[in-house]
């Protein structure tokens, strides 16, 4: 959960460089006037000269004499974090990147302004970007005219702003307020305190293309929310190191490719008003490494530069080597491409600074609770040519597999060597992750059809294949090894050459319509990470050629797991209130299947096809197999499914003593009082789980849709009548009774949605009122009476009804999945 960070703005093409004119600013001869106090300083030699005072906090750069434009230099500026809030939600990661601008320094009077420019838009008519849209002038300060003509600007200022965007990142969490008062996330009211801030000019460091240096940033809010909370020493004051890199512009000679819907990744957008009347002035360029063959008409070459990624020194070992060997996997691709020795990874040298421009990293990051990796690229906005590729990896990632593969073999297996030792499984989705992050940076964007093709991609999220032997959990086979069929499909799309004397972009084009024959699917974000969208091939965290039948295949693998599931998961002298959290991602090890086969309800079948590639009709999924995936979800509301093992109850109940740990709070089921564990509200947040990716309006909208186009389809009433039959009929005991009134008030609640549609909403209402009038007749005995005559009360009293329905009432929150915080994934997100 890359997800992932890019900073292509667009393409256009400018000038490197700008003209000498002389300077209207240009000092009076050395005779006349006694030289500036800036020449008396010592100047360091690089992309330019640049100027030091050290006791005054000053940092001087030389610039050329402005053209006629007043245009000085053109560079590519990047900013950086050296140091991190160390929380997973804000994103605020040493290592993580802003975006690339096209920073000109631009000569206005006695003024020195650096102006972001904007060359999205393009018109080749007008030169440069175009005239009519609007660019950023960011800051400005004074002018120091030299006796060559030549102007000096101290820019300590400007290195000292918020080009990052840290205030607004800090504010991301910050919009709720809890009931206590207190903010949650983040906080709110973030601002740069400046008196607090400052440019570090003992940090530069100068080379020959780009130019490195620090500044203290300190941002102040007197409502800290609980994530700095946790962290800071003081919530109210949070002080970052901020990175910032200016490069010189890539010379001549990269060859953008034009962006393939077939093939996705991550592109640049640029808007060519230029382009032949009949084409679209709007077109994107796919973001790539140059990558030049030694001998351009060989098939198989040795490279100019090969594409080399390095290693933070601060990864420890087994987990260095484990990402060294997984990250290399793409050199397998490469070389299929025919590029020769072209991709490399290797530690990163002693002595080198991991955020130099001139390297590409993978940064080894901890955080106080566990979170997002991602692969980030800085990108040349005009063309689309990735110039430095930056991973940030989360430390926690792989010990929370450990923990959740302990839950499912045990941790007397940790250090055993054997194929179910929870680190060596964790190392082996370490390599995965190594590749996929990279694979970010390189230019690969998700590919969440992999896992139904065999382990197709590692651009997917991959579950822990878990097997059965002898009716344990076993993890053999958890992690593939080594890239995919679309990887080295990709690969060889994105950077391949064309044969000798072929058209570049026809060779592309060749490529991207061998991998549509060979049948290859690709789903991207929009398609796939959300629970409720379409594509039925677009899971996260699922596993298996069919999504439906695999979900039937798991959950008899977390009921081996639960019902096995115990003191065997904790090690010797471990605090047994560890089986809690522990618990948790083993109780609903089927949530993201669920998800998965969810999509076949209502789903339809789409590809990003492009005229003449036989896949432009979308197709719904078959109804039969929407009938049998709505089968196989209505399963996992069975009370059998749903019950907690009667002897797990009191060691679930163990209380903890010690120090606040927000990673354990965070990820538990909310109790009975105390350590007291509740089995309804584990009950109550699987049903959920299932019901509300079953009832999400943009599901339930295309199941109305589809059965007015096909009365044989299956339909919204359809849906609910089989629904009703699962949870209503048995409510002889508490766990069928919370299902049961969790699906009658989510149905309720999606009836009073905005987003759900009128249609729909009149059905859930109807059928709900229906059921309700029923129970008010009341059955059974007392306590399913008492039950059913008092929900019934609720939901056919319009102002009881309101209190009921408000957003979450009495509901459970369902523990995050993700690497925690996000949307509804588990162990990543790159």
Same mark, same amino acid.
């Given at each position: 959960?890359?997800?992932?960070?890019?900073?292509?703005?667009?393409?256009?093409?400018?000038?490197?460089?700008?003209?000498?004119?002389?300077?209207?600013?240009?000092?009076?001869?050395?005779?006349? $006037?006694?030289?500036?106090?800036?020449?008396?300083?010592?100047?360091?030699?690089?992309?330019?000269?640049?100027?030091?005072?050290?006791?005054?906090?000053? @940092?001087?750069? +030389?610039?050329?004499?402005?053209?006629?434009?007043?245009?000085?230099?053109?560079?590519?500026?990047?900013?950086?974090?050296?140091?991190?809030?160390?929380?997973?939600? +804000?994103?605020?990661?040493?290592?993580? @990147?802003?975006?690339?601008?096209?920073?000109?320094?631009?000569?206005?009077?006695?003024?020195?302004?650096?102006?972001?420019?904007?060359?999205?838009?393009?018109?080749?008519?007008?030169?440069?970007?175009?005239? *009519?849209?609007?660019?950023?002038?960011?800051?400005?300060?004074?002018?120091?005219?030299?006796?060559?003509?030549?102007?000096?600007?101290?820019?300590?200022?400007?290195?000292?702003?918020?080009?990052?965007?840290?205030?607004?990142?800090?504010?991301?969490?910050?919009?709720?307020?809890?009931?206590?008062?207190?903010?949650?996330?983040?906080?709110?009211?973030?601002?740069?305190?400046?008196?607090?801030?400052?440019?570090?000019?003992?940090?530069?460091?100068?080379?020959?293309?780009?130019?490195? !240096?620090?500044?203290?940033?300190?941002?102040?809010?007197?409502?800290?929310?609980?994530?700095?909370?946790?962290?800071?020493?003081?919530?109210?004051?949070?002080?970052?190191?901020?990175?910032?890199?200016?490069?010189?512009?890539?010379?001549?000679?990269?060859?953008?490719?034009?962006?393939?819907?077939?093939?996705?990744?991550?592109?640049?957008?640029?808007?060519?008003?230029?382009?032949?009347?009949?084409?679209?002035?709007?077109?994107?360029?796919?973001?790539?490494?140059?990558?030049?063959?030694?001998?351009?008409?060989?098939?198989?070459?040795?490279?100019?530069?090969?594409?080399?990624?390095?290693?933070?020194? +601060?990864?420890?070992?087994?987990?260095?080597?484990?990402?060294?060997?997984?990250?290399?996997?793409?050199?397998?691709?490469?070389?299929?491409?025919?590029?020769?020795?072209?991709?490399?990874?290797?530690?990163?040298?002693?002595?080198?600074?991991?955020?130099?421009?001139?390297?590409?990293?993978?940064?080894?990051?901890?955080?106080?609770?566990?979170?997002?990796?991602?692969?980030?690229?800085?990108?040349?906005?005009?063309?689309?040519?990735?110039?430095?590729?930056?991973?940030?990896?989360?430390?926690?990632?792989?010990?929370?597999?450990?923990? @959740?593969?302990?839950?499912?073999?045990?941790?007397?297996?940790?250090?055993?060597?054997?194929?179910?030792?929870?680190? =060596?499984?964790?190392?082996?989705?370490?390599?995965?992750?190594?590749?996929?992050?990279?694979?970010?940076?390189?230019?690969?964007?998700?590919?969440?059809?992999?896992?139904?093709?065999?382990?197709?991609?590692?651009? *997917?999220?991959?579950?822990?294949?878990?097997?059965?032997?002898?009716?344990?959990? &076993?993890? $053999? &086979?958890?992690?593939?090894?080594?890239?995919?069929?679309?990887?080295?499909?990709?690969?060889?799309?994105?950077?391949?050459?064309?044969?000798?004397?072929?058209?570049?972009?026809?060779?592309?084009?060749?490529?991207?319509?061998?991998?549509?024959?060979?049948?290859?699917?690709?789903?991207?974000?929009?398609?796939?990470?959300?629970?409720?969208?379409?594509?039925?091939?677009?899971?996260?965290?699922?596993?298996?050629?069919?999504?439906?039948?695999?979900?039937?295949?798991?959950?008899?693998?977390?009921?081996?797991?639960?019902?096995?599931?115990?003191?065997?998961?904790?090690?010797?002298?471990?605090?047994?209130?560890?089986?809690?959290?522990?618990?948790?991602?083993?109780?609903?090890?089927?949530?993201?299947?669920?998800?998965?086969?969810? =999509?076949?309800?209502?789903?339809?079948?789409?590809?990003?096809?492009?005229?003449?590639?036989?896949?432009?009709?979308?197709?719904?999924?078959?109804? #039969?197999?929407?009938?049998?995936?709505?089968?196989?979800?209505?399963?996992?509301?069975?009370?059998?499914?749903?019950?907690?093992?009667?002897?797990?109850?009191?060691?679930?109940?163990?209380?903890?003593?010690?120090?606040?740990?927000?990673?354990?709070?965070?990820?538990?089921?909310?109790?009975?009082?105390?350590?007291?564990?509740?089995?309804? !509200?584990?009950?109550?947040?699987?049903?959920?789980?299932?019901? $509300? +990716?079953?009832?999400?309006?943009?599901?339930?909208?295309?199941?109305?849709?589809?059965?007015?186009? #096909?009365?044989?389809?299956?339909?919204?009433?359809?849906?609910?009548?089989?629904?009703?039959?699962?949870?209503?009929?048995?409510?002889?005991?508490?766990?069928?009774?919370?299902?049961?009134?969790?699906?009658?008030?989510?149905?309720?609640?999606?009836?009073?949605?905005?987003?759900?549609?009128?249609?729909?909403?009149?059905?859930? *209402?109807?059928?709900?009122?229906?059921?309700?009038?029923?129970?008010?007749?009341?059955?059974?005995?007392?306590?399913?009476?008492?039950?059913?005559?008092?929900?019934?009360?609720?939901?056919?009293?319009?102002?009881?009804?309101? =209190?009921?329905?408000?957003?979450?009432?009495?509901?459970?929150?369902?523990?995050?999945?993700?690497? @925690?915080?996000?949307?509804? #994934?588990?162990? &990543?997100?790159?």
């Amino acid at each position: 959960m890359r997800q992932f960070l890019t900073a292509a703005l667009g393409l256009a093409l400018l000038s490197s460089t700008a003209s000498l004119t002389p300077c209207a600013l240009a000092a009076a001869p050395p005779s006349q $006037s006694p030289p500036s106090p800036v020449q008396a300083l010592p100047v360091q030699e690089g992309l330019m000269p640049v100027r030091v005072d050290k006791g005054q906090g000053k @940092i001087f750069l +030389t610039l050329p004499a402005p053209g006629a434009d007043g245009v000085m230099a053109r560079y590519l500026y990047t900013p950086a974090l050296r140091t991190g809030l160390g929380s997973a939600p +804000t994103f605020l990661d040493r290592g993580r @990147i802003g975006q690339t601008q096209l920073l000109a320094f631009r000569l206005l009077g006695g003024k020195v302004a650096i102006q972001f420019e904007n060359p999205r838009f393009r018109n080749p008519t007008a030169p440069g970007a175009s005239v *009519d849209f609007a660019t950023s002038l960011v800051w400005m300060g004074d002018a120091v005219p030299l006796p060559d003509g030549r102007v000096a600007v101290d820019i300590a200022k400007f290195l000292a702003a918020d080009t990052l965007g840290i205030a607004k990142s800090l504010g991301q969490e910050g919009d709720a307020i809890g009931t206590g008062g207190a903010p949650q996330g983040a906080g709110k009211g973030f601002r740069l305190d400046a008196a607090l801030s400052a440019a570090d000019p003992t940090t530069l460091k100068l080379f020959p293309d780009n130019l490195e !240096v620090d500044a203290l940033q300190t941002y102040t809010s007197d409502h800290p929310g609980a994530e700095v909370e946790n962290i800071a020493p003081d919530a109210r004051q949070v002080s970052f190191t901020v990175h910032h890199s200016f490069v010189r512009l890539p010379g001549p000679g990269f060859t953008p490719r034009a962006f393939d819907p077939r093939m996705g990744g991550f592109s640049t957008q640029a808007v060519d008003y230029g382009r032949p009347l009949g084409q679209d002035v709007v077109h994107d360029v796919a973001n790539r490494f140059r990558l030049e063959k030694v001998d351009p008409a060989a098939a198989r070459s040795r490279v100019k530069k090969p594409i080399i990624f390095y290693l933070d020194r +601060t990864v420890p070992e087994p987990m260095r080597t484990a990402l060294l060997e997984g990250i290399t996997w793409w050199a397998q691709a490469f070389e299929a491409a025919g590029y020769i020795d072209a991709f490399k990874a290797e530690p990163l040298p002693d002595g080198v600074d991991p955020l130099d421009a001139r390297y590409n990293v993978v940064n080894w990051v901890d955080r106080a609770t566990r979170g997002w990796s991602y692969g980030q690229e800085i990108v040349d906005p005009r063309t689309g040519e990735i110039v430095k590729g930056m991973v940030v990896l989360g430390s926690e990632r792989v010990r929370q597999d450990i923990l @959740i593969f302990q839950g499912l073999v045990g941790a007397d297996k940790i250090g055993t060597g054997g194929a179910n030792d929870p680190v =060596k499984v964790a190392l082996a989705r370490l390599r995965q992750l190594g590749a996929h992050e990279v694979g970010h940076a390189l230019g690969f964007a998700h590919n969440f059809a992999a896992s139904t093709q065999g382990r197709a991609s590692v651009m *997917d999220y991959p579950a822990p294949r878990i097997g059965l032997v002898d009716g344990h959990p &076993d993890l $053999s &086979d958890a992690y593939g090894t080594g890239v995919g069929a679309w990887d080295l499909a990709t690969v060889d799309w994105l950077y391949g050459a064309a044969p000798s004397g072929q058209d570049d972009q026809a060779a592309a084009d060749a490529k991207a319509a061998a991998a549509v024959a060979a049948g290859l699917r690709y789903v991207q974000d929009d398609n796939a990470r959300r629970p409720d969208t379409a594509q039925p091939w677009g899971g996260l965290w699922d596993d298996g050629a069919d999504p439906v039948a695999e979900l039937t295949r798991l959950m008899g693998v977390r009921r081996a797991a639960i019902d096995q599931f115990g003191l065997k998961a904790l090690a010797p002298g471990e605090a047994v209130a560890e089986l809690r959290r522990r618990f948790v991602p083993i109780w609903l090890l089927h949530r993201y299947q669920v998800n998965a086969a969810a =999509k076949s309800v209502g789903g339809v079948t789409f590809a990003y096809s492009v005229k003449g590639d036989g896949r432009e009709a979308s197709a719904p999924v078959p109804a #039969d197999t929407q009938r049998a995936a709505l089968s196989v979800l209505l399963a996992t509301l069975s009370a059998d499914q749903l019950r907690v093992p009667a002897g797990l109850l009191p060691l679930l109940s163990a209380a903890r003593n010690g120090s606040d740990n927000r990673q354990f709070d965070i990820e538990l089921f909310a109790t009975a009082g105390g350590p007291v564990f509740d089995p309804l !509200v584990a009950a109550d947040v699987a049903s959920t789980v299932t019901l $509300s +990716t079953l009832l999400a309006p943009s599901r339930l909208a295309r199941l109305e849709t589809q059965h007015a186009a #096909d009365p044989q389809a299956p339909g919204v009433n359809e849906v609910l009548e089989r629904l009703m039959a699962a949870v209503l009929p048995e409510r002889t005991d508490a766990i069928t009774r919370r299902v049961a009134y969790r699906a009658l008030v989510t149905m309720a609640q999606v009836a009073r949605r905005p987003g759900t549609t009128p249609e729909v909403a009149a059905l859930l *209402d109807q059928r709900v009122h229906e059921v309700a009038e029923g129970l008010a007749r009341g059955r059974g005995d007392a306590e399913e009476r008492a039950w059913g005559i008092s929900l019934a009360r609720q939901l056919l009293d319009p102002q009881q009804a309101d =209190k009921l329905l408000a957003d979450r009432p009495r509901a459970v929150d369902v523990p995050p999945g993700d690497p @925690i915080g996000g949307e509804s #994934d588990w162990m &990543d997100l790159p």
